[in-house]
């Protein structure tokens, strides 16, 4: 399978010590991976650098094989092929369902359909079928996403990802506010997308969730500690990730 | 197909008046004057620095600081007192009965929807040529205004309190006093910051009709097209005004004041005592500026005889008043436009690049400070008078206004969700568009419906530039010695400027209630 993401000696410098140091990582299509560690681990940054937000200042990140473009169309274009599930979600609030859901193309739409969905319901075909596979009713769509449950922005949130049709999902802990009913839930939508081509990274702060996914890796005061399928993760790997501070096992 | 606009595209929608304007602006073009707006536009670059003009823009620069400050100072005090008369929590808790609160409040009305401007005229012809002329025609208008914002300040304030003061044996004053006060403050130096701001505006815009001060040498060095030399006032107010605007933002900062239009919930302020003291300093700052300026007390008590009315109701009746009317309402709604949409039009198109904002905020400040029949006397250059060329100079004055509450709220504004567009691949303008100018957009329109309203006031002073309706006429009216004429033209023109804020508020009501 293509790498999806490869990173290469990335380090982020900050006091009084890196982010990250010296990682080198690759996903490939289809792959599930979970990213372990303790708050401040380095778990955020890495993510970061992995859809683009902070530019690393050493190293190299390649997406689907290439560096970043340079042309700023070329960028967007790259851009649109990673998805993030942000644990705030980062839904507009103001827009409508649909309209939000929309918002997830406006890489690839120009100007004067970006200024109509603003205007009148688009693509409402796409929408509905975003909104059937994250079990939403279509009538929905119509909703202002203010007026929307806690559940409902979740899975929302999903749906803009999947109109966005990445090939990378990125997710950071978004689970982390969720009960567990829903938390589970949510988990087996993700893993549900992530089929080839597209593969998963998703950072997790509950080990007890790993099942379903292929690989995990450790993140350990910003050093990559382990990389390997998720049988190899043991308690004392845990312990040692969260120095003792693990949470429910 | 249902078609509605979502708030983001509605901020937007004023800015397709542009499409008939450029479709007009070429009739509207007398031909000649571009070299002469070359001049103007070069010499911003070479100020003069002639000892002499610098002397002399100085002086009028402190004329009408002084105005300003001390226009500003008693309508605050002044205000403050008639805002807590025409409250009606007050009269509730005093007397059980909110009857002379409303009825003040109505009274209060008018001196409010006419524009200092107008007020100054008046006054100009009753009084004479005297520095208290300035004085009085801002703080006749603005202590109404103060007063409205202080009592619809307290009348929202609950009043649990209180009660529970009284309960316990307060007297009502002392009651009101320690529920109310503390809570009152902050709001009423926040609005009172902002009201200096106006204050200075509006003391260089009376100068340009030639009560004293700045506004007169900029007129005078405008008109004898002495461009140098209008730049170096026209840097000098710019200094002051920034210098101004930073301090007293500084101020709302230090005090944790609510911001003007909030996104954030208003907060009760900190450091009372600073506070207090601030304003307690306003009484000396008054007595002092009034001295400085020349302000004779016994001078305000002579009046000059009117001519007589002439009760010549015909001749009033006569008047054209539809197309009066209609000249006034559709340079407001021209300007409104204008300006309203424009701001956040201009802001998405800097958007990318850092180095295009520092302009647009240089040109949005100098379009706050640049009184408006400036600018339509600029405009005059090349084009016709009439309403077009009177909305254009007001639609840029209001324009730096909104301009810099909207750039405000934006850099307020979370950027997360700009953020996590930008990420998935949309480009900064329409990241900034769907992620941050929807978050701001009810509020700015809000702050838009009342600045329209404030529009339709103000829309006499770029009535200079003729056949603008109701303020064009009054002008003639008033040189003409018409007093029938004047009396009638005020009056319609305040029960349209009361409509309008009526209006203005049901909208901004309702705009802020769907939020």
Redesign the interface.
């Known amino acids: 399978m293509n790498p999806v993401l490869e990173l290469r000696g990335i380090t982020v410098p900050a006091q009084p010590r890196p982010r990250l140091e010296g990682i080198d990582l690759t996903i490939r299509q289809g792959e599930r991976v979970a990213l372990l560690g303790a708050s401040g681990a380095g778990k955020s940054t890495l993510l970061a650098v992995a859809n683009g937000l902070l530019p690393p200042q050493q190293g190299e990140v390649l997406w689907e094989g290439r560096s970043p473009a340079r042309s700023r169309r070329g960028r967007r274009l790259q851009q649109a092929r990673i998805g993030t599930l942000w644990q705030d979600l980062r839904l507009v609030e103001e827009l409508s369902v649909q309209q939000n859901l929309n918002a997830a193309r406006l890489a690839v739409w120009g100007w004067p359909k970006a200024l109509l969905n603003l205007l009148l319901p688009l693509e409402t075909d796409a929408c509905r079928q975003a909104m059937a596979t994250m079990d939403l009713e279509p009538h929905l769509l119509e909703r202002p996403v203010s007026a929307l449950s806690g559940g409902q922005r979740q899975r929302v949130a999903m749906a803009r990802l999947l109109r966005q049709d990445p090939v990378l999902l990125l997710a950071d802990e978004p689970l982390a506010s969720l009960d567990p009913r829903l938390a589970a839930e949510l988990l087996a939508l993700l893993l549900r997308q992530a089929l080839p081509p597209r593969a998963l990274l998703l950072s997790l702060h509950r080990p007890d969730l790993l099942e379903g996914f292929d690989r995990a890796i450790g993140l350990r005061q910003g050093r990559l500690v382990f990389d390997g399928p998720i049988a190899g993760v043991h308690r004392a790997l845990l312990h040692d990730l969260y120095e003792g501070t693990l949470p429910c096992s | 197909?249902?078609?509605?606009?979502?708030?983001?595209?509605l901020v937007l929608l004023p800015a397709l008046v542009l499409l008939p304007l450029a479709l007009l602006l070429p009739g509207l073009s007398h031909g000649g004057g571009w070299e002469l707006i070359g001049q103007f536009a070069s010499a911003a670059f070479t100020p003069s620095l002639e000892p002499v003009v610098l002397r002399s823009v100085a002086a009028g620069l402190l004329v009408t600081v002084a105005m300003a400050l001390l226009g500003w100072a008693v309508s605050l005090v002044l205000g403050l007192l008639l805002g807590v008369a025409s409250s009606r929590t007050v009269w509730a808790s005093l007397t059980g009965s909110t009857v002379p609160a409303t009825c003040i409040r109505r009274l209060l009305a008018i001196p409010r929807s006419i524009h200092e401007l107008i007020w100054g005229l008046l006054l100009l012809q009753l009084m004479g040529l005297q520095p208290a002329v300035a004085v009085l025609a801002i703080v006749i208008p603005y202590a109404a205004l103060v007063a409205r914002v202080i009592s619809d300040l307290l009348d929202a304030l609950p009043t649990t309190n209180v009660e529970a003061l009284r309960a316990g044996g307060a007297p009502a004053p002392a009651a009101l006093l320690t529920a109310l006060g503390p809570a009152l403050l902050p709001g009423v130096l926040s609005y009172g910051g902002y009201r200096l701001e106006c204050a200075l505006r509006s003391a260089t815009l009376l100068g340009v009709f030639g009560l004293g001060g700045l506004g007169t040498e900029l007129k005078l060095t405008m008109q004898s097209l002495a461009f140098h030399e209008l730049w170096t006032g026209l840097w000098l107010l710019l200094a002051v005004m920034l210098s101004l605007e930073a301090g007293l933002g500084g101020l709302r900062r230090r005090w944790l004041m609510p911001v003007r239009f909030g996104l954030q919930q208003p907060s009760v302020g900190l450091r009372a005592r600073e506070m207090l003291l601030v304003l307690l300093a306003l009484l000396p700052l008054s007595l002092l500026l009034g001295h400085a300026l020349g302000v004779q007390p016994q001078a305000l008590l002579t009046w000059q005889p009117l001519p007589p009315l002439q009760n010549d109701w015909p001749s009033v009746l006569a008047l054209p008043w539809p197309a009066l009317v209609g000249g006034t309402l559709a340079l407001t709604l021209l300007a409104a436009c204008l300006a309203v949409g424009l701001a956040p039009l201009l802001l998405l198109l800097a958007a990318p690049s850092r180095w295009l904002r520092a302009p647009l905020r240089l040109v949005w400040a100098l379009g706050r400070l640049w009184p408006p029949p400036l600018t339509a006397l600029l405009l005059l250059l090349v084009l016709q008078p009439g309403v077009v060329t009177g909305a254009l100079a007001l639609g840029f004055h209001n324009l730096g206004v909104l301009g810099r509450l909207l750039l405000e709220s934006a850099a307020d504004a979370s950027p997360?969700?700009e953020?996590?567009?930008?990420?998935?691949?949309?480009?900064p303008r329409?990241?900034l568009?769907?992620?941050r100018l929807?978050?701001v957009?009810?509020p700015y329109l809000a702050y838009a419906a009342y600045r329209s309203d404030v529009m339709l006031r103000e829309s006499v002073v770029v009535s200079l530039v003729g056949a603008t309706g109701l303020g064009s006429q009054l002008l003639e009216s008033l040189s003409a010695f018409a007093w029938d004429q004047l009396l009638a033209l005020v009056l319609v023109y305040a029960l349209l400027t009361l409509l309008g804020e009526d209006l203005s508020d049901r909208w901004r009501a309702r705009l802020l209630a769907s939020?």
């Open positions: 197909m249902q078609l509605r606009a979502a708030p983001p595209l997360a969700t953020q996590a567009l930008a990420c998935a691949g949309s480009g329409l990241a568009l769907y992620g929807s978050v957009a009810r939020g």
